[in-house]
């Protein structure tokens, strides 16, 4: 979980891929052909169906639409809470390269310039959504005693932490009894 641009699919991607798990991409998940958003029961029901494995990787928020339907299900939060400055430089970086590339995102979407500027542009989504990330996350992991929260304030953390991770067979993404990883958080809430 985290803001836009703090590294949340790189962060999914890598880890699902040390774990040996599958990585679902709650995005993919939203957006339909043409931006458009998918309704919110089709949502849940998407969302639903990828976490009724036993072991998945998921990054994204989407609070409004799910609720807690994704806490319930996992074991354990990383929570990246990168500085603004950053994250404002990443999505800046991010949105230019995959505009003039015409990078795929999800379901034939991609970034495009009239998107420039408008509500819909990530560094825009990063300067109004910054500070409401980092006061909402902590606040709703809080609702869910039985997670275990990984709390990550930069890249050099992001980085530690990922390469200290050794997947074991118990390990898993869902909170059907597995066992946690086993190296210590930075910070445990």
Not at 89 to 118: C, D, K, P, Y
Request: aromatic fraction near 8%; include cysteine.
């Amino acid at each position: 979980m985290g803001g836009s641009a703090t590294g949340k699919t790189t962060v999914a991607r890598r880890l699902a891929g040390i774990l040996g798990v599958s990585h679902v991409e709650l995005d993919a998940l939203n957006h339909d052909p043409g931006w458009q958003e998918a309704p919110v029961e089709v949502f849940r029901e998407r969302v639903r169906a990828a976490c009724a494995r036993d072991r998945w990787v998921v990054d994204g928020n989407y609070r409004s639409k799910l609720g807690s339907l994704v806490l319930e299900r996992a074991d354990t939060v990383v929570f990246l809470d990168l500085p603004f400055w950053l994250t404002l430089r990443r999505g800046v970086r991010r949105t230019i390269v995959r505009t003039a590339t015409r990078e795929e995102l999800w379901n034939g979407n991609r970034e495009q310039l009239r998107h420039m500027f408008s509500r819909y542009w990530i560094p825009w989504w990063v300067v109004q959504t910054h500070r409401h990330y980092a006061r909402e996350i902590p606040e709703r992991v809080a609702e869910h005693p039985h997670l275990h929260v990984i709390w990550l304030r930069s890249t050099e953390e992001v980085e530690v932490w990922l390469q200290s991770i050794q997947a074991t067979v118990a390990m898993s993404g869902s909170s059907n009894g597995s066992e946690l990883q086993k190296t210590p958080p930075f910070v445990e809430t």
